[in-house]
């Protein structure tokens, strides 16, 4: 039987099915067309019905259709919106679900470095306060004379020993340009807590030592006599095993000026001194003086710090430390015994200079402010006031620590 023609014949019945062969097309009953790969077909759906092409189908899809009336292979127009559509919802979730991640990530490890800069914080300035104020015969009457020929702006490292405070809005020339506006600043001054060294001998301008010891050259040291009856705070200018001068020469820098080492004052401040004898059995601290205040961050971010600004041994400058990262603010309130076992008062420290009562401090309270390196709420909040005045409006976490520390050196005597 000769095989009818694919563009001269109408299909009335049309049967497609799958054999060893092929793909096998039976019209009207008829083998019509047998193709392994792609079949074009043209069909009617009846017999008056103009010729329609059907469209390119794959023998994966029609191997598997049984047609008694026409079908196509593919997705419609509506249905390729609904899977965009659908994707696109599924990717902007996926992405509002990694921001929030991220963002809590952030905010926890944020968290976890404002909590360890407060323990440093408290760590290191309860140790410091607690320290204040350290060495033989302070509080109990000594006269002291101060005979170190320091500038002006660098006053604040010689003096009593104990703490001095500074408010918000006064501070030393010499570390008020590095301190942020608006935070209060504190100086503890001391005696080392080791290294003295024992006298056993004493001439104008020589101290014979009992044994060689670490001075140097340009060294701070403050002299106790052994009845707590007088000290002196002078600088070393030369060191030769058990010896040390100390004079006007001008050897070590800023020098002293003057070899008196009696009575009370500052020879720079014109105060007049006397002479004195110091016997065997005094001792010789070195000086420690050391400044805390908040100031930038020293890593370029433009963020707070804690700054530790501390007399260099061995020199008369002092070298400023970023000591603990994320503290903002910081508020000093100082506890004044007025009367001996009576209640404390705790005051500012220009309250506490007003009434020039910086020898009764017998405690301080410390409130800290810290925040955060980066911002981390998804958007500004209010974060209430701290030390009187209005916190700003904005992203970064902040936390509050408080804390109280008795003045060890002090408070017993």
């Known amino acids: 039987?000769?095989?009818?023609?694919?563009?001269?014949?109408?299909?009335?019945?049309?049967?497609?099915?799958?054999?060893?062969?092929?793909i096998v097309r039976h019209c009207n009953g008829e083998l019509n067309k047998v193709a392994k790969d792609v079949l074009y077909i043209p069909y009617d759906v009846r017999p008056s019905s103009r010729t329609r092409p059907l469209a390119l189908c794959p023998p994966a899809c029609c191997a598997t259709a049984r047609l008694s009336t026409p079908r196509y292979c593919g997705v419609t127009l509506l249905e390729l919106l609904l899977a965009v559509t659908l994707s696109a919802l599924l990717v902007l979730l996926s992405l509002s679900l990694g921001v929030a991640s991220y963002r809590g990530l952030l905010w926890l490890r944020e968290d976890a470095a404002l909590?360890?800069?407060?323990?440093?914080?408290?760590?290191?300035?309860?140790?410091?306060?607690?320290?204040?104020?350290?060495?033989?015969c302070w509080g109990v009457g000594a006269a002291q004379a101060d005979i170190v020929d320091v500038v002006p702006a660098r006053n604040w490292l010689f003096g009593n020993p104990g703490v001095e405070g500074y408010g918000a809005h006064t501070a030393p020339v010499a570390f008020a340009a590095a301190r942020r506006s608006g935070s209060d600043s504190l100086v503890v001054r001391r005696?080392?807590?080791?290294?003295?060294?024992?006298?056993?001998?004493?001439?104008?301008?020589?101290?014979?030592?009992?044994?060689?010891?670490v001075w140097r050259g340009g060294d701070v040291a403050l002299l106790v006599d052994a009845d707590c009856a007088q000290s002196t705070l002078l600088q070393v200018e030369q060191s030769q095993g058990e010896q040390l001068r100390y004079g006007t020469s001008g050897v070590a820098v800023p020098g002293n000026c003057s070899v008196a080492v009696g009575g009370g004052g500052r020879c720079r401040d014109g105060d007049s001194l006397a002479s004195h004898h110091y016997t065997a059995g005094a001792r010789l601290w070195p000086w420690y003086a050391a400044a805390w205040y908040i100031g930038n961050s020293s890593h370029g971010d433009d963020a707070p710090a804690l700054y530790?600004?501390?007399?260099?041994?061995?020199?008369?400058?002092?070298?400023?430390?970023?000591?603990?990262?994320?503290?903002?603010?910081?508020?000093?309130?100082?506890?004044?015994?007025?009367?001996?076992?009576?209640?404390?008062?705790?005051?500012?420290?220009?309250?506490v200079t007003t009434l020039e009562a910086w020898p009764l401090?017998?405690?301080?309270?410390?409130?800290?402010?810290?925040?955060?390196?980066?911002?981390?709420?998804?958007?500004?909040?209010?974060?209430?006031?701290?030390?009187?005045?209005?916190?700003?409006?904005?992203?970064?976490?902040?936390?509050?620590?408080?804390?109280?520390v008795a003045l060890r050196n002090v408070a017993l005597r």
Do not use: W
């Open 1 to 22: 039987m000769a095989r009818r023609s694919l563009n001269s014949t109408r299909c009335v019945s049309l049967t497609i099915r799958q054999s060893s062969k092929g």
């Open 115 to 136: 909590q360890a800069s407060a323990r440093q914080a408290a760590l290191l300035l309860g140790r410091e306060l607690r320290t204040a104020g350290h060495g033989p």
């Open 191 to 213: 005696g080392a807590v080791t290294g003295f060294s024992s006298l056993i001998a004493h001439d104008t301008g020589t101290i014979t030592l009992s044994e060689p010891g």
């Open 308 to 351: 530790r600004e501390q007399l260099v041994r061995g020199g008369s400058f002092s070298r400023a430390v970023e000591v603990v990262h994320g503290i903002e603010d910081m508020r000093l309130h100082y506890g004044l015994e007025l009367m001996v076992g009576g209640d404390r008062r705790y005051a500012t420290a220009d309250e």
């Open 361 to 404: 401090v017998r405690s301080v309270r410390v409130a800290l402010l810290l925040r955060s390196r980066r911002p981390v709420q998804a958007t500004p909040i209010s974060q209430g006031h701290f030390g009187g005045r209005q916190l700003p409006y904005d992203r970064y976490l902040r936390r509050r620590l408080e804390l109280q």
